[in-house]
């Protein structure tokens, strides 16, 4: 992730320790109990620095979080995932959906620091919600509606509307992420076993009954 922020923005090395730094000590401690001075001195800049990048820390910790979540709620779904839904044509959506989850799966493993981060801290900032909001009504809702009525057509799924199955299907994937990577890490976990069963209440929930 950090290497994509440096591509996409064109960041410094000390913006780069500092976003690393802040990542570290937001995902130990919380935002509101991590101080810019904390992050300067693991970063190894002075705390100046900072506020030269960045005008708040609250500025920071957008810039943090909002490219995780366009990176963890969006490729998937967006205009390369749909056409390469409808230049392969899955056979079924759950052949589908087991590559997206494992997709998923795998970005989640490895920015844990940064789910964790996003995890916490929504509920409590507006502007993280803003970003939230944005992805989901201009990347994630016109690619996943194109994709459920392509499998409606093929007779894969119920006719109910697209946003019911969408608000069952994402906060189930999403639900599943957090048991896995913050809520019980250590559990000893069959992560394919998971992942299938994971399906199967999906396609429970949304699967044609025919």
């Known amino acids: 992730m950090l290497e994509l922020l440096r591509n996409e923005k064109n960041m410094t090395p000390k913006q780069i320790e500092i976003i690393r730094a802040a990542i570290e000590l937001i995902s130990e401690k919380g935002y ?33 979080v909002t490219p995780v979540i366009t990176n963890f709620a969006a490729p998937m779904f967006a205009e390369k995932f749909v056409d390469q839904v409808f230049r392969t044509d899955f056979a079924h959506f759950k052949d589908l959906m087991y590559v997206f989850i494992k997709n998923r799966f795998e970005f989640a493993q490895s920015n844990i620091p940064l789910l964790k981060i996003v995890m916490q801290e929504l509920a409590f900032h507006p502007e993280i919600q803003d970003a939230y909001k944005k992805v989901f009504k201009e990347k994630v809702y016109p690619a996943f509606n194109q994709t459920l009525d392509f499998y409606k057509e093929k007779g894969e799924l119920q006719n109910l509307p697209n946003e019911t199955m969408i608000r069952l299907i994402v906060p189930t994937i999403i639900g599943f992420m957090i048991t896995r990577f913050i809520l019980q890490p250590d559990k000893d976990w069959d992560d394919e076993a998971e992942i299938r069963k994971l399906i199967t209440v999906i396609m429970g929930g949304v699967g044609s009954k025919e």
Do not use: C, Q
């Not at 101080?35 to 910790?61: C, N, P, Q, W």
């Open 32 to 64: 509101y109990n991590t101080s810019t001075s904390e992050i300067a001195k693991r970063a190894g800049v002075a705390e100046g620095t900072i506020f030269r990048h960045y005008k708040t820390k609250k500025e920071l910790l957008v810039e943090i």
